[in-house]
């Protein structure tokens, strides 16, 4: 099932939380106000209370009070929906404005005559009509041992329709807020996320032939920077990597094209006319440097396309490092006497990895050390511990160096040569600092470089752990000491 837009549930997320927010706080208000007009009423009865007593304060008897009702009539204007009783303690009334009389209930609740009255309460006396109403005694003249019960109730129709229309207008703007905050939400988010369609629009522009296009970094809100430089980043390494494989499937090409075509010459020469047995004998093993040649550099390929994929399984045991090295070095002295090449091992240390890889990886440094030293001269191989508890192997052999613009791309261009020589007995093809790349990664460790032009260069493994014994020293200090 399809997810609804991001701009649908931002403007529906807005919608709601603009609403529940709307209706919050004028729920608040509302209250706030109903509030404010009970104060006020309470208010403005105790205020009459006050004035009351003040009035009754030098009376002397339910008579006097009786004689004073048009000066209490009097004090009263004003206020059309006051309802004002006087009653004395036998509960006869001794003075009224209107006919309207309180429940009892309400007269019972009066307050004391020392004290002063505050809150007032709720009578509704019919389904549409509701006072405010208070009770509070009052003393007459001091001597006079008598009380008046002061009865008050505040008829609250005019509040109503305030609250009433305020009802209203609250509910009108709840209902355009329903209907203007989801338009308004839905064009703001519409707006907002504009970049990301460009950037949409942008990614759907790119193809392989067209790695070439980047998102404009300074045109996306800062919220989509990272996004963009992180996409940005991934096509540079896309168009880097395409660069690679076409280079690479080029090279390919070549290096399978020289022996398919070797062997093809020599088959088609050998078929032109009936040989004897020994020149047959002699094209076969002509074809068989070429079938070994195809079958290492296809074994080749199959690991470093398997070691890219982390599909290569490590088979992990300490073992001596020095003593692999010594083995390693030992079959490549043929190579090395032919040359006039000698092989030195020095130092001592213990690793934790795959024997078979490592093999394969010193193999690999030396056979290359060995082809690219002159007659006469010396390939160092030493083991060691570093300062960082890792473990190192270092080969470095003299030499005319190696330029820093190749450097890097020995390691990652597959079949990249310095001298681009695809041919010779002894001639690899390209492929074996990849692998050792490749391997050391598997390893979690690293290979590097460091050459001297025209003195010494040296490649190091690193293999991170702890184990190791020894010192660990630079070769080329041994070689650069007797050159």
Same mark, same amino acid.
């Given at each position: $099932?399809?997810?609804?837009?991001?701009?649908?549930?931002?403007?529906?997320?807005?919608?709601?939380?603009?609403?529940?927010?709307?209706?919050?706080?004028?729920?608040?208000?509302?209250?706030?106000?109903?509030?404010?007009?009970?104060?006020?009423?309470?208010?403005?009865?105790?205020?009459?209370?006050?004035?009351?007593?003040?009035?009754?304060?030098?009376?002397?008897?339910?008579?006097?009070?009786?004689?004073?009702?048009?000066?209490?009539?009097?004090?009263?204007?004003?206020?059309?929906?006051?309802?004002?009783?006087?009653?004395?303690?036998?509960?006869?009334?001794?003075?009224?404005?209107?006919?309207?009389?309180?429940?009892?209930?309400?007269?019972?609740?009066?307050?004391?005559?020392?004290?002063?009255?505050?809150?007032?309460?709720?009578?509704?006396?019919?389904?549409?009509?509701?006072?405010?109403?208070?009770?509070?005694?009052?003393?007459?003249?001091?001597?006079?041992?008598?009380?008046?019960?002061?009865?008050?109730?505040?008829?609250?129709?005019?509040?109503?329709?305030?609250?009433?229309?305020?009802?209203?207008?609250? $509910?009108?703007?709840?209902?355009?807020?329903?209907?203007?905050?989801?338009?308004? !939400?839905?064009?703001?988010?519409?707006?907002?996320?504009?970049?990301?369609?460009? $950037?949409?629009?942008?990614?759907?522009?790119?193809?392989?032939?067209?790695?070439?296009?980047?998102?404009?970094?300074?045109?996306?809100?800062?919220?989509?920077?990272?996004?963009?430089?992180?996409?940005?980043?991934?096509?540079?390494?896309?168009?880097?990597?395409? !660069?690679?494989?076409?280079?690479?499937?080029?090279?390919?090409?070549?290096?399978?094209?020289?022996?398919?075509?070797?062997?093809?010459?020599?088959?088609?020469?050998?078929?032109?006319?009936?040989?004897?047995?020994?020149?047959?004998?002699?094209?076969?093993?002509?074809?068989?440097?070429?079938?070994?040649?195809?079958?290492?550099?296809?074994?080749?390929?199959?690991?470093?396309?398997?070691?890219?994929?982390?599909?290569?399984?490590?088979?992990?045991?300490?073992?001596?490092?020095?003593?692999?090295?010594?083995?390693?070095?030992?079959?490549?002295?043929?190579?090395?006497?032919?040359? !006039?090449?000698?092989?030195?091992?020095? !130092?001592?240390?213990?690793?934790?990895?795959?024997?078979?890889?490592?093999?394969?990886?010193?193999?690999?440094?030396?056979?290359?050390?060995?082809?690219?030293?002159?007659?006469?001269?010396?390939?160092?191989?030493?083991?060691?511990?570093?300062?960082?508890?890792?473990?190192?192997?270092?080969?470095?052999?003299?030499?005319?160096?190696?330029?820093?613009?190749?450097?890097?791309?020995?390691?990652?261009?597959?079949?990249?040569?310095?001298?681009?020589?695809?041919?010779?007995?002894?001639?690899?093809?390209?492929?074996?600092?990849?692998?050792?790349?490749?391997?050391?990664?598997?390893?979690?460790?690293?290979?590097?470089?460091?050459?001297?032009?025209?003195?010494?260069?040296?490649?190091?493994?690193?293999?991170?752990?702890?184990?190791?014994?020894?010192?660990?020293?630079?070769?080329?200090?041994?070689?650069?000491?007797?050159?």
């Amino acid at each position: $099932m399809r997810l609804p837009s991001i701009t649908f549930r931002l403007s529906l997320s807005v919608a709601v939380l603009c609403t529940a927010a709307l209706a919050a706080v004028s729920l608040y208000l509302y209250d706030t106000l109903e509030r404010h007009f009970a104060e006020r009423a309470a208010a403005e009865l105790a205020g009459k209370v006050d004035l009351l007593r003040h009035i009754l304060a030098p009376l002397r008897s339910r008579d006097e009070v009786a004689a004073h009702r048009p000066y209490l009539r009097d004090a009263l204007v004003g206020r059309p929906g006051l309802y004002v009783a006087l009653f004395d303690r036998n509960g006869e009334q001794l003075f009224a404005t209107s006919r309207l009389r309180l429940p009892e209930a309400q007269l019972r609740s009066a307050v004391p005559a020392s004290v002063a009255p505050e809150a007032a309460g709720v009578w509704q006396a019919a389904p549409d009509r509701r006072f405010r109403t208070l009770a509070a005694w009052a003393d007459l003249a001091p001597g006079a041992g008598e009380q008046v019960l002061i009865a008050l109730a505040l008829d609250t129709a005019e509040e109503q329709a305030a609250l009433s229309v305020h009802r209203q207008h609250v $509910m009108l703007a709840l209902a355009l807020a329903v209907v203007a905050v989801p338009l308004l !939400g839905f064009a703001i988010a519409h707006h907002s996320l504009r970049p990301l369609r460009d $950037m949409g629009g942008a990614v759907h522009r790119i193809s392989a032939r067209h790695l070439d296009e980047r998102l404009d970094e300074a045109r996306v809100p800062s919220e989509l920077t990272r996004l963009a430089a992180g996409f940005n980043a991934m096509l540079a390494r896309l168009e880097e990597s395409f !660069g690679r494989l076409a280079n690479f499937s080029s090279d390919l090409a070549h290096e399978l094209r020289t022996p398919i075509q070797n062997l093809l010459g020599q088959t088609q020469v050998a078929l032109t006319r009936t040989r004897a047995a020994a020149e047959y004998r002699e094209v076969l093993e002509s074809n068989l440097e070429e079938y070994q040649r195809l079958a290492r550099m296809t074994e080749d390929m199959l690991f470093l396309a398997r070691a890219d994929h982390a599909q290569a399984a490590l088979k992990l045991e300490s073992f001596d490092l020095r003593a692999e090295l010594d083995k390693v070095a030992e079959f490549y002295k043929p190579l090395a006497d032919e040359g !006039g090449v000698k092989i030195e091992c020095v !130092g001592a240390a213990a690793v934790t990895a795959d024997r078979a890889m490592v093999q394969r990886a010193i193999g690999n440094l030396l056979s290359n050390g060995v082809r690219h030293t002159a007659k006469g001269g010396r390939v160092d191989a030493r083991v060691g511990s570093a300062d960082d508890g890792s473990v190192r192997l270092s080969v470095g052999n003299p030499g005319p160096g190696i330029a820093a613009e190749h450097r890097a791309r020995l390691f990652v261009d597959r079949f990249y040569r310095i001298d681009d020589t695809r041919n010779g007995a002894h001639g690899g093809h390209g492929l074996g600092l990849a692998i050792v790349r490749s391997i050391m990664l598997l390893h979690r460790g690293e290979v590097t470089l460091k050459s001297v032009p025209d003195l010494v260069t040296t490649f190091t493994l690193r293999f991170p752990g702890e184990g190791a014994k020894g010192s660990f020293g630079s070769p080329e200090r041994d070689i650069l000491s007797d050159l």
